[in-house]
């Protein structure tokens, strides 16, 4: 029987318990383990009761803007979530997967229309909540989840870059799992083209390897995208090249300080950016460049000298903390 006919709910009394974000909803098949925030209705008449979990972020009342759900979305596992179908065909560019026709959209019922759809709870929970505009990092999702979203998303014709861009709630809290999993994150960056997430995402792909990326992790990328990695890497190596390998500014000749104190200075300079050299990394942190170089001072006797070291120092500490650490 159907829970929305009026002659069902005709004498029915309705009752709502609201569990908490950490609780789970007891009942036929137990809903263990979810994300999503849920509450149970049931109906009941003379002859039967029936109990319908619901999200509660979605409920069947009037959402804020005073409009009245006109369509119950229901999960694979069987969670309603009541939306208004005008909400979500202006952000669909394919009908919402083709789930309303015009007929549907013009007709005027008194009982929300019901449609079942192939999505979990805790992804469809997510993906309205992106359509709606709203904050879901309180459910605290796993990222595999919110990267299965995106996919999700582009099956019900929502473009990508209106709701993974600066400020957005998916944009922050994909970017916000970035420095766990880098690579997850700028593939899916880089497969759907989204440039403005790949740009931060990659300064967290400084200390990765690239030969230790996989065919399939290549191909997730795509050409253009590795490419953008393997001249950021090469780039920044480039500039510490550089830096290390010119040596301190030789100060006036002194009585005490000539041309082979001089020499001596530059030698010690060599051989320590040899250390660091052999080495060689993208993402090489300012301390141990500092620690190497600042050991140099001990050997030096003459003030001059130490003062021209201290320079050099800082002046590569300098450009290297100016070197680009994100693909253009």
């Known amino acids: 029987m159907d829970p929305f006919d009026d002659g069902f709910l005709d004498g029915s009394s309705c009752s709502t318990d609201f569990v908490t974000d950490d609780e789970c909803v007891e009942g036929e098949g137990g809903m263990e383990g979810t994300i999503t925030d849920r509450s149970t209705q049931s109906w009941s008449n003379a002859n039967s009761t029936v ?18 759900p006109d369509t119950v979305l229901i999960s694979s596992d069987a969670v309603f979530f009541y939306t208004n179908a005008d909400k979500l065909t202006h952000a669909s560019v394919n009908n919402f997967n083709d789930c309303f026709l015009i007929d549907d ?50 099956k019900y014709g929502v473009l990508l870059d209106q709701v993974i861009s600066p400020s957005k709630p998916l944009f922050e809290y994909i970017l916000s799992q970035a420095p766990r999993r880098p690579i997850d994150v700028y593939i899916c960056a880089a497969s759907h083209h989204l440039h403005s997430l790949a740009v931060p995402v990659s300064s967290y792909l400084l200390s990765t390897q690239l030969s230790s990326i996989t065919d399939e992790q290549a191909d997730g990328m ?69 620690t190497t170089l600042s ?21 590569v500490l300098t450009e290297w903390m100016m070197a680009p650490r994100t693909i253009e």
């Open 295 to 315: 050991s140099l001072g001990s050997q030096l006797s003459c003030q001059d000298c130490r003062a021209k070291l201290h320079e050099r120092i800082k002046s």
């Open 51 to 68: 109990e319908i979990p619901r999200s509660s972020a979605f409920p069947p009342e009037p959402s804020v803007d005073g409009v009245l």
């Open 105 to 154: 959209l013009m007709a005027s019922t008194h009982s929300p229309k019901l449609t079942q759809l192939s999505e979990s709870a805790d992804l469809l929970n997510i993906l309205l909540h992106v359509i709606y505009d709203r904050n879901f990092a309180q459910f605290s999702p796993p990222l595999d989840l919110v990267l299965a979203t995106v996919d999700t998303l582009l």
């Open 222 to 290: 795509g050409a253009i995208y590795l490419k953008k990695l393997f001249l950021l890497q090469e780039h920044r190596l480039n500039i510490l090249k550089g830096l290390l390998l010119e040596p301190p500014v030789q100060h006036t000749p002194t009585l005490s300080c000539g041309f082979v104190e001089h020499q001596r200075l530059t030698r010690a300079w060599s051989l320590a950016t040899a250390s660091l050299a052999w080495d060689l990394q993208p993402d090489k942190s300012l301390y141990i460049i500092q």
